[in-house]
T-cell receptor, first 115, second 112 residues
Framework: EAGVTQSPTHLIKTRGQQVTLRCSPISGHTSVYWYQQALGLGLQFLLWYDEGEERNRGNFPPRFSGRQFPNYSSELNVNALELEDSALYLC??????????????FGAGSRLTVL | AQRVTQPEKLLSVFKGAPVELKCNYSYSGSPELFWYVQYSRQRLQLLLRHISRESIKGFTADLNKGETSFHLKKPFAQEEDSAMYYCALSGRLTGGGNKLTFGTGTQLKVEL
């Protein structure tokens, strides 16, 4: 069974640009989570999607947004990139909102460097 | 609000020595606690959860509600235990579902 897959694995952008990161959950998982792992800051919760809807949002500005598609894959969009957005962006998936599940399976991440 | 605190950024021990990675939490309800581990060049993965009350790779963790702690322990450290360890708390959200909050992580380095 394929795990959580993320693309691209690495990318470099310049300040002010926009980026889209993609995530495919484990088959059967309907919840997708996005975390930012910046150096020295640990894992910061960004967004949670379940059944196509945004269920919760972390303390990030509106230029961080995303969506979940009918096949449960998800995109994370970051507009007007800033230097401090440089980080590893992790996607995780789990069984759905009403399953009571709270164990996450993580992808390998997308490493974003903003110059 | 839910919060997880891992006071040590780096813990260095010698092989064969006991290990204790500290984790304290703040949560008004009944939490579920986890330890996740990230080995070098590998994905973040679940190590153990408190409701399982099991030992994984020799590690154990006991939830102490009085001290709001969930420290990770291993009696004899092995070189392969070197990794980044994250404590996490799952709390219920209004409207259903759970939110997983992570600590800032502790880098464990086991020296020969």
């Amino acid at each position: 069974e394929a795990g959580v897959t993320q693309s691209p694995t690495h990318l470099i952008k310049t300040r002010g640009q926009q980026v889209t990161l993609r995530c495919s959950p484990i088959s059967g998982h309907t919840s997708v989570y996005w975390y930012q792992q910046a150096l020295g800051l640990g894992l910061q919760f960004l967004l949670w999607y379940d059944e196509g809807e945004e269920r919760n949002r972390g303390n990030f500005p509106p230029r961080f947004s995303g969506r979940q598609f009918p096949n449960y894959s998800s995109e994370l969009n970051v507009n007007a990139l800033e230097l401090e957005d440089s980080a590893l962006y992790l996607c995780a998936s789990s069984l759905g909102l009403y399953s009571g599940a709270n164990v996450l399976t993580f992808g390998a991440g997308s490493r974003l460097t903003v110059l | 609000a839910q919060r997880v605190t891992q006071p040590e950024k780096l813990l260095s021990v010698f092989k064969g020595a006991p290990v204790e990675l500290k984790c304290n939490y703040s949560y008004s309800g009944s939490p579920e606690l986890f330890w996740y581990v990230q080995y070098s060049r590998q994905r973040l993965q679940l190590l153990l959860r408190h409701i399982s009350r099991e030992s994984i790779k020799g590690f154990t963790a006991d939830l102490n509600k009085g001290e709001t702690s969930f420290h990770l322990k291993k009696p004899f450290a092995q070189e392969e235990d070197s990794a980044m360890y994250y404590c996490a708390l799952s709390g219920r959200l209004t409207g259903g579902g759970n939110k997983l909050t992570f600590g800032t992580g502790t880098q464990l380095k086991v020296e020969l």
